[in-house]
DNA sequence: GATCCTCGAGTTCC
DNA sequence: CTCGAGGATC
């Protein structure tokens, strides 16, 4: 008995080792050794060994790639290191500016590029500890996505072990999509079964990453290939990108075997040229070629912009275009009663998704593009996802009634429409009282990044204004569940849930309520700054804004003078909110009726002071700093630490909140990382003070 | 006064 | 994702 288990033991481990072995020479070496068939012989006699052999069966087994329950939802995930997205480039100018730009910066003549194909996929983070692969995430907002662990263990082509000497963390980044192939025979099945065929690659690998039942996921062909890492722990890096990617491969994850060394300017000329000439005869849909600074060193210099690299550019392919013709132009009015006039289009598919609207932004706009309804005209997806009108191909008939008119009272409430000097848009005056307008600021006040009320949709706020339930935001706090069963596709549970969604939303970050009272040029950002400085919503009505522009201008001047005087210049007021927001905010809360809203918000909601920003923001905060930084001084860290208010000590504890680590870093570190003190690099230093802000735990 | 950058607003499709 | 405008900076 013992020695049977024994002997099948060692199968069972020899069985693993060759498949996975299998594994990499077709999906990292594209190099296969065996048959499809064999394949499946040797993955056969695997199950049965386990099956008979219970004891032997192990998560890692290349059998247990299924595993776990559906899911009734994702649960979101970290990403501790933003993933960002990459700055775009659609025309030689726009390259060479880009070349520039990194000469300048790096000081040096000719850069070294690595080139790689941009698939047509989804990002995502592969999370590796001691070698295992143990979690991995959507990119979700670049901060945070959600937890697809389960699913793409499903995916083949990501190792479940990674290969040899691997180290203690790794967070590889890269593209998970679907083979056109693949794709072809997906949908084949997909109709022979009568269910919905998927409209492109991209759609597909999406809609089979997302599924919550892994088991689904498992059957759909999907493909991943990594370009970069995120996180690193305990292993020196490369000197290069193109190093790096060999690494990745070498631990037996898949990496595009198109990626190229090319030099200077002409160098991405020319791979951007090549690629597009051979993107049919590639197996994926490429939608462009990406380029990095190879030098590590070079793209730490060159650091970061507030959502993608400086380092980096992709370089895009010229969008597909496709004629159809203008059935009609109608016009729309948005939140603060723009009106937008959108081109009714005869469907017509491009760019993989059959598209039916186009927003044609103004009336500008459409006289310099010449539109008129009833014209045949080319349709492109800008950056591949919103459609736009690109020129007329072939005037219609164009009688004078096919001629666009920006109508002269609002479409919806009939109130007068008003285009101010200088800007483009047409307004409807109607303000709250037009019942488009109210609308669109009920669904922005539960949207997801404002007071996020589930279930409050569109549908649901039709009606809601409709039948005058609620008129302002505050109306919510009071709807009675009756009221809301009554309404179309409500019934008693699903009204309980909305008012339970809605209660769920009182105590929200002030910041978030702020901004979703939708104040013109009030957005996310400017809200927070304003909690931050306000701290309290009597506080924000009440304010004196001609003191406060005083008191910018003061300050603003002193600061000059300081840097002249090459002083550290003082924290500024208000940053960010000039003389034009200062005047939609005193206009906004002058008026009573807008005040009496906000105070009984106030009532309703009761914000707390999460995600907002502060002058001390890193008040009660210990830093430790270590080894050397790249680009700043101890002292400048010290100094940038003390003036938000942290405390800088010089060793480590228990009590100690970070600590900053750089090159040569010693005995800190090492007491930092056995405390599980947070530890961050310069860049997550710098990006930490950027945030300055009360962790908002949502 | 020019230029770079960030933020806000509007938009499409599944 | 893109455009335009406001704000910051030189």
Request: net charge neutral; aromatic share 6%; with cysteine.
């Amino acid at each position: 008995m013992s020695a049977n288990l024994e002997a099948a033991r060692s199968r069972v481990n020899a069985l693993r080792e060759a498949i996975e072995s299998h594994n990499y020479r077709y999906y990292v070496l594209d190099d296969p050794e065996i048959s499809d068939s064999e394949y499946d012989r040797l993955f056969l006699e695997l199950q049965q060994l386990e099956s008979q052999y219970p004891q032997l069966l192990e998560p890692r087994s290349p059998t247990q790639r299924v595993g776990g329950e559906p899911l009734s939802e994702f649960s979101t995930a970290e990403h501790r290191i933003p993933m960002l997205s990459l700055g775009n480039a659609f025309s030689e100018a726009e390259m060479q500016a880009f070349d520039r730009r990194v000469r300048e910066s790096c000081d040096a003549g000719e850069i070294e590029y690595c080139a790689e194909p941009k698939f047509d996929g989804l990002a995502v983070s592969l999370r590796y500890e001691s070698g295992a692969f143990v979690r991995g995430a959507t990119r979700g907002d670049g901060s945070r996505g959600e937890d697809v662990t389960n699913n793409l263990r499903t995916v083949r082509a990501i190792p479940l072990r990674l290969r040899g000497a691997s180290p203690p963390v790794l967070e590889a980044r890269g593209e998970v999509l679907m083979l056109r192939a693949d794709f072809d025979r997906l949908n084949e099945r997909q109709s022979a079964a009568g269910e919905k065929e998927f409209v492109n690659p991209r759609n597909a690998a999406a809609g089979s990453l997302r599924q919550l039942d892994p088991r689904i996921t498992a059957q759909r062909p999907l493909r991943f290939f990594a370009y970069g890492i995120g996180d690193v722990g305990g292993q020196s890096m490369p000197r290069a990108h193109s190093q790096a990617l060999d690494w990745l491969a070498g631990l037996g994850l898949p990496v595009s075997s198109e990626r190229r060394v090319v030099s200077g300017l002409q160098g991405m000329l020319e791979y951007h040229q090549w690629m597009g000439s051979r993107r049919g005869a590639l197996p994926y849909d490429i939608d462009g070629v990406v380029f990095k600074v190879n030098a590590l060193v070079m793209q730490e210099k060159l650091g970061f912009l507030a959502r993608a690299p400086r380092f980096a550019v992709a370089y895009k392919f010229p969008a597909e275009e496709a004629t159809t013709q203008i059935l009609a132009i109608d016009v729309q009015v948005g939140r603060s009663g723009t009106l937008t006039p959108v081109a009714r289009l005869k469907p017509v598919f491009v760019g993989g998704v059959t598209v039916t609207n186009a927003t044609l932004h103004n009336e500008d706009e459409i006289r310099r593009k010449d539109i008129w309804r009833g014209d045949t005209v080319f349709v492109r997806r800008a950056g591949d996802v919103i459609p736009e009108v690109a020129r007329v191909s072939r005037p219609g008939a164009r009688a004078a009634d096919d001629r666009f008119v920006m109508p002269a009272t609002c479409p919806v409430c009939r109130s007068a429409v008003i285009r101010l000097e200088g800007e483009a848009a047409t307004r409807c005056t109607g303000g709250l009282f037009c019942p488009a307008q109210r609308k669109q600021a009920l669904l922005h006040f539960a949207s997801r990044r404002a007071m996020d009320i589930d279930g409050l949709g569109e549908k649901i706020v039709e009606q809601l204004v409709e039948k005058s339930l609620a008129v302002s935001p505050v109306d919510l706090y009071g709807l009675k569940p009756e009221a809301v069963a009554g309404l179309d596709r409500m019934g008693g549970k699903s009204a309980q849930n909305l008012i339970d969604a809605i209660n769920a939303s009182r105590g929200r970050p002030l910041a978030r309520l702020i901004f979703a009272l939708g104040i013109p040029g009030i957005g996310e950002e400017v809200a927070k700054v304003l909690a931050g400085h306000f701290e309290d919503l009597d506080n924000l009505v009440e304010a004196d804004w001609g003191g406060i522009a005083e008191q910018k201008k003061s300050l603003q001047r002193d600061n000059a003078a300081r840097k002249r005087r090459g002083e550290p210049a003082l924290p500024q007021l208000l940053e960010g909110i000039g003389p034009e927001l200062m005047d939609s905010l005193a206009k906004f809360l002058h008026e009573s009726r807008n005040r009496a809203v906000i105070m009984a918000l106030n009532e309703a909601v009761r914000p707390g002071l999460a995600g907002t920003p502060r002058g001390a923001a890193l008040a009660g905060k210990t830093f430790v700093l270590t080894g050397t930084l790249p680009t700043m001084t101890r002292d400048r860290a010290k100094g940038l630490i003390e003036a938000l208010g942290g405390k800088v000590a010089g060793s480590v504890s228990g009590k100690t909140d970070y600590v900053v680590a750089g090159e040569d870093a010693g005995g800190k570190l090492e007491k930092a990382r056995a405390l599980g003190v947070r530890i961050l690099d310069e860049h997550g230093f710098m990006q930490l003070i950027k945030k300055k802000e009360i962790p908002d735990g949502r």
